[in-house]
Nanobody, 116 residues
C-alpha cells in the first residue's frame, strides 16, 4: 500500500522558517519524481515544487522560488521542504504527492499557518 505521511507543520511568525517532511512507503521511492502541493483556505490546490527521482533538478513555483528548498533522502525514503522567509500567503495545508503508473497519490497533509 502506497503511503505518504507529512509532518512538520505548525504556526510560525512571518519571516520565520519551517521544515516539512514526508515519509514514503509502499513503492520504490528512489525511482519516482515527487512533488509538494498546497491548498490555502477557500482556494484550489497549487503546485509548489517538484524534484527528480535522484534529487536534481528541482523546480519551484514563482511564489516560493528563492525561499523554499526541496530535497530528498532516498536512503530514508523521505522528502524535505525547507521553507524560509515565510509569508502569511504561504498559509495552507501542504501535501506531498507522486504519480505511480499515471495514478496520483497524495498524503493527508500538514497545516502550515503563518501569522503574527
Amino acid at each position: 500500500e502506497v503511503q505518504l505521511v507529512e509532518s512538520g507543520g505548525g504556526l510560525v511568525q512571518p519571516g520565520g522558517s519551517l521544515r516539512l517532511s514526508c515519509a514514503a512507503s509502499g513503492f520504490t521511492f528512489s525511482m519516482y519524481a515527487m512533488a509538494w502541493v498546497r491548498q490555502a483556505p477557500g482556494k484550489g490546490s497549487e503546485w509548489v515544487s517538484s524534484i527528480n527521482y535522484s534529487g536534481d533538478p528541482q523546480t519551484y513555483a514563482e511564489t516560493v522560488k528563492g525561499r523554499f528548498t526541496f530535497s530528498r533522502d532516498n536512503a530514508k525514503n523521505t522528502l524535505y521542504l525547507q521553507m524560509d522567509r515565510l509569508d502569511p500567503e504561504d498559509t495552507a495545508v501542504y501535501f506531498c504527492a507522486t504519480n505511480l503508473l499515471t495514478r496520483p497519490y497524495w498524503g493527508q497533509g500538514t497545516q502550515v499557518t503563518v501569522s503574527s
